[in-house]
């Protein structure tokens, strides 16, 4: 298992896929859209617009509209078929990816099919990381216990707690016990890249 308790996000690697609990999915979006930016891959009932724009409006106030078109990419996986569509898509580029939900469109596979559709899924996953950051939250049930043994074994397991201040309104600087943000400069500095492209797009 990976410690979330060092500092630095130089202490994750490309090359690997991080599992993250399915409850921390929602705030690390939160915290990467601050920071990195992020590639948000939806494979759950509900892409969770709403929810995210009123979060970073708590954060960055009148700035979340920018933060939604310039910091977080969004697309939805229906089927296991889209959802390996999408991630074959996806260029190679350094925008972290977390992909949510990861098993929840298995569970409408014939059983017959849903270790090859797996096999492609974890071929794509693995081919991305070795050019950005790849996180992934599953919550593998019956009849699909082996899936989550699997991920197990290729994943590696990131016990990541979001920022104090993560949910507190202009507080979104603080310090972090995770280790995969940058520092309170390099998220001011993000914030002020949006800013500059999203103005010169306007």
Not at 162 to 175: A, C
Request: hydrophobic share 35%; proline share 5%.
């Amino acid at each position: 298992m990976y410690d979330g308790g060092m500092n630095g996000r130089s202490k994750l690697q490309h090359g690997q896929i991080y599992l993250i609990p399915k409850e921390r999915a929602f705030d690390l979006t939160i915290e990467l859209a601050l920071t990195t930016g992020v590639r948000l891959l939806v494979c759950g009932n509900r892409l969770p617009f709403y929810d995210i724009a009123y979060a970073l409006a708590r954060r960055v106030g009148q700035r979340y509209e920018m933060i939604l078109k310039k910091g977080i990419t969004f697309s939805r996986a229906e089927t296991c078929t889209q959802l390996i569509d999408r991630l074959s898509e996806m260029d190679a580029h350094a925008t972290p990816l977390l992909v949510s939900d990861l098993l929840a469109r298995f569970y409408d596979e014939q059983e017959r099919q849903v270790d090859e559709l797996f096999f492609t899924c974890q071929v794509e996953l693995q081919r991305l990381s070795q050019d950005c950051l790849v996180f992934v939250s599953a919550d593998p049930r019956p009849p699909l216990e082996r899936l989550g043994h699997v991920l197990d074994r290729i994943t590696r397991q990131l016990e990541y707690s979001p920022s104090p201040n993560l949910h507190q309104k202009g507080k979104h600087y603080g310090s972090h016990t995770a280790p995969l943000l940058p520092s309170i400069q390099d998220r001011e500095s993000h914030v002020q890249r949006i800013e500059t492209r999203f103005a010169a797009a306007r």
